[in-house]
T-cell receptor, first 113, second 114 residues
Framework: SQKIEQNSEALNIQEGKTATLTCNYT??????LQWYRQDPGRGPVFLLL?????KEKRKERLKVTFDTTLKQSLFHITASQPADSATYLC????????????FGQGTTLQVKP | DTGVSQDPRHKITKRGQNVTFRCDPI?????LYWYRQTLGQGPEFLTY????????KSRLLSDRFSAERPKGSFSTLEIQRTEQGDSAMYLC????????????FGQGTRLTVV
């Protein structure tokens, strides 16, 4: 069956450290994968998109990798800050050009000062 | 504010009642999506429109659910004969009609069925 999985356990790290979140998928061949941030009671906010032919993408303190052989994406936040505390969702578009997204369950990140 | 707007933000209803939610997408976006999110889970796709045409519906969307997007502008999602299992956050998103573009989400409508 098709699945997209993220660590369900919360990730707790110290301010200034690098947070690494994992997204694994099975039985999909996505052309691209996206990462979103969601704060409690609010809608998701887009962060980064990486295509299947890209190994790595960066934006300020954020870095995403995409390994289509391992069927895995890693999301890194360097020099983490308490304001980075949120739930992070990975999402892929299963097929075609609909823009429809399939989301993982999200990983909650808590950055402690 | 030119973001995606959803109304109401919160709705409490009694089981068996009908409810309707509205979504106003970003004006130049021709794709509009509805998702449902329960606690501790990621958003689940319900349906999507390209302009006024509803092009895909999830199996999650039972016959009690109906969505419309008249004239390709705002959209409504109606749930008839609500059940407690319908309690969730209903999210609307919009995007451009291109492959691999980001989705812009509204703040959602929190539905509680009592």
């Amino acid at each position: 069956s098709q699945k997209i999985e993220q660590n369900s356990e919360a990730l707790n790290i110290q301010e200034g450290k690098t947070a690494t979140l994992t997204c694994n998928y099975t039985n999909y061949s996505p052309a691209y994968l996206q990462w979103y941030r969601q704060d409690p009671g609010r809608g998701p906010v887009f962060l980064l998109l990486i295509r299947e032919n890209e190994k790595e993408k960066r934006k300020e303190r954020l870095k995403v990798t995409f390994d289509t052989t391992l069927k895995q994406s890693l999301f890194h936040i360097t020099a983490s800050q308490p304001a980075d505390s949120a739930t992070y969702l990975c999402a892929l578009s299963p097929s075609g050009n609909t823009g429809k997204l399939i989301f993982g369950q999200g990983t909650t990140l808590q950055v402690k000062p | 504010d030119t973001g995606v707007s959803q109304d109401p933000r919160h709705k409490i209803t009694k089981r068996g009642q009908n409810v309707t939610f509205r979504c106003d997408p970003i004006s130049e976006h021709n794709r509009l999506y509805w998702y449902r999110q329960t606690l501790g889970q990621g958003p689940e796709f319900l349906t999507y429109f390209q302009n006024e045409a509803q092009l895909e519906k999830s199996r999650l969307l039972s016959d009690r659910f109906s969505a419309e997007r008249p004239k390709g502008s705002f959209s409504t999602l109606e749930i008839q004969r609500t059940e407690q299992g319908d309690s969730a956050m209903y999210l609307c998103a919009s995007s451009f009609r291109q492959a691999s573009t980001e989705a812009f989400f509204g703040q959602g409508t929190r539905l509680t069925v009592v």
